[in-house]
């Protein structure tokens, strides 16, 4: 089991940035391969970056390649979400996810733990 916490969103203006965190509990960080995900309300949630579990490898949908970078630090046991020209349709809630089995898999069934989520607004 891992709980997550994510941390870090807000309100910011078209162009600014934000760094999304998630803390997770438990000894076992290393063994998940992570992911972040955002949804709108009465829309599914929809997959925006993941990670494998030693950091290697790096995933992204083609909507923030180039402007979003994840990472993570299992020594303490934190992933994080680097956003950077930050565009009114990023709005969203932002979730963490962790997966024991795939990493950078984009079907959000693949995730077995979720954060309670953080909400990210951009203004235009």
């Known amino acids: 089991q891992v709980q997550l916490v994510e941390s870090g969103g807000g309100l910011v203006q078209a162009g600014d940035s934000l760094r999304l965190s998630c803390a997770a509990s438990?000894?076992?960080?290393?063994?998940?391969?992570m992911g972040w995900f955002r949804q709108d309300p009465g829309k599914e949630r929809v997959f925006v970056a993941a990670?494998?579990?030693?950091?290697?490898?790096?995933y992204y949908a083609d909507s923030v390649k180039g402007r979003f970078t994840i990472s993570r630090d299992n020594a303490k046991n934190t992933v994080n979400l680097q956003m950077n020209s930050l565009k009114p349709e990023d709005t969203a809630v932002y979730y963490c996810?962790?997966?024991?089995?795939?990493?950078?898999?984009?079907?959000?069934?693949?995730?077995?733990?979720w954060g309670q989520g953080t909400q990210v607004t951009v203004s235009s």
């Open positions: 996810a962790a997966s024991a089995n795939y990493s950078g898999s984009v079907y959000y069934r693949h995730y077995d733990f």
């Open positions: 438990g000894r076992t960080f290393s063994s998940y391969a």
């Open positions: 990670i494998s579990w030693r950091g290697r490898g790096t």
